[in-house]
């Protein structure tokens, strides 16, 4: 219980590092992209928010496993359905101002490149958005680092989305240093492309982490307490619990009664049950609440 603890205590200090970093990304990737009025740094922007609420989430996550006790119910509450749907209609109004006004320039540039004010493109801002994005790629080569050492999935997932949205940017910055050598109608196209890529980066986030925070009974508690009654020195368990779909990243927690016997290496009992559980359904997140029982005997 207490390495459980520690893990989810360290996993909540990364993604909080990690979510005022991103923060950081998101404020410089804004105001450049406003003052140089580039299109494709504004949708890119919105790939980065969209970052941010899936570390957010994250983030959330793992706190819930930090502080349960075993009796809660997990679901979805209000706070997290209104954040789902106040990022949807952010997305959704800044997404359709940007893809009118993108199309509009698009339309225009191909036309003549005259009638629309020159995106103020220099090589200070294509070096400051190459370190942006290296500190971006430093990010997620950390988060991956802390997603092994912990072993939780949650941080793994919102690596794997952070980064394909990495390439998204290294492809808008590619198009930045075409505006810069007179393609100027690399701008809007590239704003074209992030906008509609925006729908399904939005999807893998609602897709992989939300589940993770629903209330579905991934496996019969009694199935589980079998498993663990396998393992050599519990004796009982109760209060099962798994959360997550099958096929994807569960969470597992249970109280587990060891013989007294059992009782100095309780790590290593848990260890062998933990190991049993991943063998059986992959990728198990676990929690398990241990406690010596008198006058038992052994298995």
Partial sequence: MVEAFSRSQAGCRALLIILWLTLMILAVKGWAGWATRSLSLLADSLHVLVDSFSTLLSLHTVACLRHTSGREVWGHRKRETAAVLMLVAIL??????????S?????????DASLLPAIQVDLPLILLLTIVISIHICLVLFERYEANILDMAVLRLNANHVLTDIWLT???????????LGYVWLDSLMAIV?????????WRVLNQQLPSMMHHMAIAPEVLAQLALQVEGVVACQDVRSRGLLGRPLVIQMHLSLHPEF???AHLVTERLEKLLRERYGSVQTRFY???VEGKAGK
């Fill in 290 to 292: 241990v406690r010596k």
């Fill in 92 to 101: 959704g109004f800044l997404g359709f101002s940007l893809m009118s006004v």
């Fill in 170 to 180: 290294i492809a808008m910055l590619l198009g930045l240093i075409g505006v810069w």
């Fill in 263 to 265: 009782a100095v290496a």
């Fill in 194 to 202: 992030l906008l509609f890529m925006l729908i399904p980066s939005l």
């Fill in 103 to 111: 199309v509009y320039q698009f339309q225009a540039l191909i036309q």
